[in-house]
């Protein structure tokens, strides 16, 4: 049983648009909340994680928002590119223990 | 640095064999995990290991058994394959305290 809700499951953005993904959750211990990239025919890597004492953190292009009420948190990618075309995967988990992942995200960047 | 190695990358089997996934890590790292990826459902939990000698359940263990001898090591076993086992497997580690998981590349499982 899914307890993290990701949507869409896929996603076509115009090169220097912005990409948008969400993901809900439901289990209120929850405090840590990643963002896995996967490439095609590699393993997933971190791109970005939040903890609940702030409602949004940035690198660079990448940014989460965070609700911590509304059990709800969202990745934008600013100004995409193709490069930024993968599969992105957001998760939940109490901070060093199992995470539960999403369904996933097919981004794809036109150019 | 090799980080976290899977071997094999890529396996067909028929109903019924048996098989180890072999997973290998550098990072001195105590916990480690078996996941399963299929199209629509995301990264799901097999089995993961807190350290070295212990291993518990995830969400989908059955059909499953895996073996933590040296901390380095992870091994996820099927001991009757079934058609339904046919996905990607992923080994991930993790440092004590931290969050980041580091995934291997993976092992492309077929069961016919």
């Known amino acids: 049983q899914q307890q993290v809700k990701q949507s869409p499951q896929s996603l076509i953005v115009q090169k220097g648009g912005i990409s948008i993904i969400n993901c809900a959750y439901e289990n209120t211990a929850f405090d840590y909340f990643p963002w896995y990239q996967q490439f095609p025919g590699k393993g997933p890597a971190l791109l970005i994680a939040?903890?609940?004492?702030?409602s949004e953190k940035k690198e660079g292009r990448f940014t989460i928002s965070f609700n911590k009420s509304a059990k709800q948190f969202s990745l934008h990618i600013m100004d995409s590119q193709p490069g930024d075309s993968a599969t992105y995967f957001c998760?939940?988990?109490?901070?060093?223990?199992?995470?539960?992942f999403g369904a996933g995200t097919i981004l794809r960047v036109k150019s | 640095n090799a980080g976290v190695t899977q071997t094999p990358k890529f396996q067909v089997l028929k109903t019924g064999q048996s098989m180890t996934l072999q997973c290998a890590q550098d990072m001195n790292h105590n916990s480690m995990y078996w996941y399963r990826q299929d199209p629509g459902m995301g990264l799901r939990l097999i089995y993961y290991s807190a350290s070295e000698g212990t291993t518990d359940k995830g969400e989908v263990p059955d059909g499953y058994n895996v073996s933590r001898l040296k901390k380095q090591n992870f091994l996820l076993g099927l001991e009757s394959a079934a058609p339904s086992q046919t996905s990607v497997y992923f080994c991930?580690?993790?440092?004590?305290?931290?969050?980041?998981?580091?995934f291997g590349e993976g092992s492309r499982l077929t069961v016919l």
């Open positions: 991930a580690s993790r440092s004590v305290g931290a969050g980041e998981l580091f």
């Open positions: 998760a939940a988990g109490e901070y060093g223990n199992k995470l539960v």
């Open positions: 939040i903890r609940p004492d702030v």
